[in-house]
């Protein structure tokens, strides 16, 4: 019964919101580019992109859990992202921004250390760091 009770207040809260939820391009349409999520429950760390371009990732992370895809698709093109973080008893978020190339793959990297915490963006075969901080676009 409780979690039934659950189940239909999840519903409620996220028919109320409204919050949009992104909605990745077509695989089959060339012009995507794919980002991973390098081991995103690595101990002591969690790390989830849970919006995209203003767009929360995943309904479930409009309400603080985090179970985004594990592989994202986006457009060709620049995207900015928030990135939630988790490391013991530090937390928070991170804005980023990656310019995609179509038929490139990416991953999401991270490192922490005591409660100080980075998070960048590195395209697939090469390791070589792209994007970048928000604000920091050229």
Same mark, same amino acid.
């Not at 077509?26 to 969690?46: C, N, Q, Y």
């Not at 929360?56 to 992370?61: E, P």
């Not at 620049?78 to 980023?96: E, M, N, P, Q, W």
């Given at each position: 019964?409780?979690?039934?009770?659950?189940?239909?207040?999840?519903?409620?809260?996220?028919?109320?919101?409204?919050?949009?939820?992104?909605?990745?391009?077509?695989?089959?349409?060339?012009?995507?580019?794919?980002?991973?999520?390098?081991?995103?429950?690595?101990?002591?760390?969690?790390?989830?992109?849970?919006?995209?371009?203003?767009?929360?990732? $995943?309904?479930?992370?409009?309400?603080?859990?985090?179970?985004?895809?594990?592989?994202?698709?986006?457009?060709?093109?620049? +995207? +900015?992202?928030?990135?939630?973080?988790?490391?013991?008893?530090? +937390?928070?978020?991170?804005?980023?921004?990656?310019?995609?190339?179509?038929? +490139?793959?990416?991953?999401?990297?991270?490192? $922490?250390?005591?409660?100080?915490?980075?998070?960048?963006?590195?395209?697939?075969?090469?390791?070589?760091?792209?994007?970048?901080?928000?604000?920091?676009?050229?």
């Amino acid at each position: 019964m409780t979690r039934l009770l659950l189940v239909f207040t999840l519903i409620g809260m996220m028919a109320q919101t409204g919050c949009t939820i992104y909605q990745p391009p077509s695989p089959d349409s060339g012009k995507t580019a794919k980002i991973d999520v390098e081991d995103p429950h690595r101990f002591p760390l969690r790390l989830a992109i849970v919006e995209i371009d203003g767009a929360k990732s $995943s309904s479930l992370s409009a309400y603080g859990l985090w179970r985004p895809p594990p592989t994202l698709l986006v457009t060709e093109g620049r +995207h +900015h992202f928030v990135v939630r973080f988790s490391a013991g008893t530090a +937390h928070g978020a991170i804005k980023l921004w990656l310019d995609a190339i179509a038929g +490139h793959d990416y991953t999401l990297k991270s490192a $922490s250390e005591g409660y100080r915490f980075t998070a960048w963006f590195v395209e697939n075969g090469t390791d070589k760091p792209v994007g970048g901080i928000a604000g920091t676009e050229k």
